[in-house]
């Protein structure tokens, strides 16, 4: 799977991280921590004590066990953005997927970079049986809510003091998309 995104600054390369991707893959989550701490649950300073062989092995892992995908975007050579989607750990849980750290270089906002992410993501969960994801965002990040609603995810709760930074609290609000008609999978809930 992978698109190319035409822009107005030339074609993105849309397409799911291989583990030659690591090194740069971290370099960008480092980015989206520094530069917007308060959008994401993870921890700068624990994520650069990773090394990047860490990221080699959650990008193998995925790839080998097919409990997630990690996609990025790639312009001029250049990584520019990506978003990860992780699936249900559990037999009662992996037809639901959770979209974590979807970030775009500042310099690459506006262009659809981030909608197409997360379209890639959807698409890998709609071939591997993924009938639901869901993803909590900052109740202040504006732009990301936006993206969100113009890429099917509705608001179903809020999560009060989810994130906690810089002795403040942040709430999130909650948002899933149907991406697969369970029924279609002839697994419709409470059916044996």
Same mark, same amino acid.
């Given at each position: 799977?992978?698109?190319?995104?035409?822009?107005?600054?030339?074609?993105? !390369?849309?397409?799911?991280?291989?583990?030659?991707? %690591?090194?740069p893959?971290?370099?960008?989550?480092?980015?989206?921590?520094?530069?917007?701490?308060?959008?994401?649950?993870?921890?700068?300073?624990?994520?650069?004590? /990773?090394?990047?062989? %860490?990221?080699?092995?959650?990008?193998g892992?995925?790839? #080998?066990?097919?409990?997630? =995908?990690?996609?990025?975007?790639?312009?001029?050579g250049?990584?520019?953005?990506?978003?990860?989607?992780?699936? +249900?750990?559990?037999? #009662?849980?992996?037809?639901?997927?959770?979209?974590?750290?979807?970030?775009?270089?500042? /310099?690459?906002?506006?262009? +659809?970079?981030?909608?197409? !992410?997360?379209? /890639?993501?959807?698409?890998?969960?709609?071939?591997?049986?993924?009938? =639901?994801? #869901?993803?909590?965002? $900052?109740? *202040?990040?504006?732009?990301?809510?936006?993206?969100? =609603?113009?890429?099917?995810?509705?608001?179903?709760?809020?999560?009060?003091?989810?994130?906690?930074?810089?002795?403040?609290?942040?709430?999130?609000?909650?948002?899933?998309? $149907?991406?697969?008609?369970?029924?279609?999978? *002839?697994?419709?809930?409470?059916?044996?």
């Amino acid at each position: 799977m992978s698109e190319q995104l035409a822009t107005s600054r030339g074609v993105i !390369l849309i397409r799911p991280a291989i583990p030659a991707d %690591a090194a740069p893959l971290r370099d960008l989550r480092l980015d989206a921590l520094a530069n917007d701490p308060v959008a994401f649950a993870a921890d700068y300073g624990l994520t650069q004590a /990773e090394p990047a062989e %860490a990221w080699v092995k959650r990008i193998g892992d995925n790839l #080998k066990d097919d409990n997630g =995908v990690i996609c990025v975007a790639v312009a001029d050579g250049r990584m520019i953005g990506m978003t990860g989607l992780g699936r +249900g750990h559990w037999p #009662k849980t992996e037809h639901s997927g959770i979209i974590w750290g979807v970030y775009v270089d500042q /310099e690459w906002r506006g262009l +659809g970079v981030a909608d197409a !992410l997360l379209n /890639e993501c959807i698409g890998w969960g709609q071939a591997h049986g993924v009938t =639901v994801v #869901k993803l909590g965002v $900052t109740t *202040g990040n504006t732009p990301a809510i936006r993206c969100y =609603v113009r890429c099917g995810f509705t608001v179903y709760g809020l999560e009060p003091q989810a994130i906690y930074y810089e002795n403040v609290f942040y709430d999130e609000l909650l948002m899933a998309r $149907t991406i697969l008609d369970a029924a279609l999978l *002839g697994q419709v809930p409470g059916q044996p």
